[in-house]
């Protein structure tokens, strides 16, 4: 920690501003401080045992935050906001990217964050109330964190192995992200929920309603189709997001 705070640093506010975060956590604060990209983040960048296993990405936020924080904490929308500031730092705002033939340059300091409703938490509990629509059953649910992430990864991975051509992905997540079902927050009465009960119109609903309300960072590009309209379209994260002259 004393051989980061030698470079200088920067504020990053996170799209949750910390309400989501106990009070105990660094976190809560709303913000952190990054150092600036250095040759020590280009060898992460460039190690083939990160890239072959996928973490290449999170060791190198990893490496930039100085903020002593738990990385297993942080939820999903607030590292999207470090992963832009991570990329402004280390190689400025401007980033370009092909699309139907055509390169397109974005300012990610145009980058906003998408607006969270602060009168949903309480009491700063990553806990949200939803009622399903059609079954009517009342569910409550978190916003996944780097931790939870990696929960589901793992658990997929098992299930893949003992079924090749089984497709667990949106059912495992469900599994992890409601946290009760009728007041019940025991977890073999979630996952037989979902398995047996949970129907998919219902499903559906539950995950565009998280994706309207849990705060996140808009990583999206306006672009004007042939026929006039304007589409939004996700900006592409690849190494060459973090690093432009990438060859790998």
Known sequence: MEQQQQFPTEEVTLPSKGLIYPESSPLSKGVIKMKYMTAKEEDILTNQNFIEKGTVIDKLLQSLIVTPIDYNELVTGDKNAILVAARILGYGKDYEFNYKGETIKVDLTTVEDKPFNEKLVINRENKFDFTLPTSKTPVTFKILNHGDEKAIENEIKGLKRLNKNSSPELSTRLKHLITSVNGDFEKSTIREFVDTQLLARDARALRNYI??????????????????????????????????????
């Open 211 to 248: 994706g309207e309300i849990q705060p996140d960072t808009d990583l999206n590009f306006e672009y004007e189709e042939k026929n006039g309209d304007f589409v939004k379209l996700p900006i592409p994260i690849t190494l060459n997001f973090f690093w432009p002259d990438a060859t790998i």
